[in-house]
């Protein structure tokens, strides 16, 4: 069982930053890619961002130069700073987690998703 849990979601002005953590824990040999969605009402969820275990990172065209990923194996965390923030980056933004199991089965878990809110 692997749990995420996200924080640092919240409100902020258009321009302001913001950086979002996702932890994981539970029982699993290794977590591969890392990666940040997000849903904005009334819209499909989309990939902003993706970190390989060894830090290859992708990003949605929307985000790129505003937005990174980073993570710490050691603690097994993701995290995504955003800057210059912009109403339409409004949504639930979730992290995804590629986990390979004591088994060696490959599986993705998600987290519960935390609202990142920017007013104009």
């Known amino acids: 069982q692997v749990q995420l849990v996200e924080s640092g979601g919240g409100l902020v002005q258009a321009g302001g930053s913001l950086r979002l953590s996702c932890a994981a824990s539970g029982s699993y040999l290794r977590l591969n890619a890392m990666a940040w969605y997000r849903q904005a009402p009334g819209k499909q969820r989309e990939l902003v961002a993706r970190?390989?275990?060894?830090?290859?990172?992708n990003y949605a065209d929307s985000v790129k130069g505003r937005f990174t990923i980073s993570r710490d194996n050691a603690k097994d965390t993701v995290y995504l700073q955003m800057n210059t923030l912009m109403p339409e980056d409004t949504a639930v933004y979730s992290c995804?987690?590629?986990?390979?199991?004591?088994?060696?089965?490959?599986?993705?878990?998600w987290g519960h998703g935390t609202q990142v809110t920017v007013s104009s």
């Open positions: 995804k987690a590629e986990i390979l199991t004591y088994q060696l089965v490959r599986n993705d878990s």
């Open positions: 970190i390989s275990r060894d830090g290859n990172t």
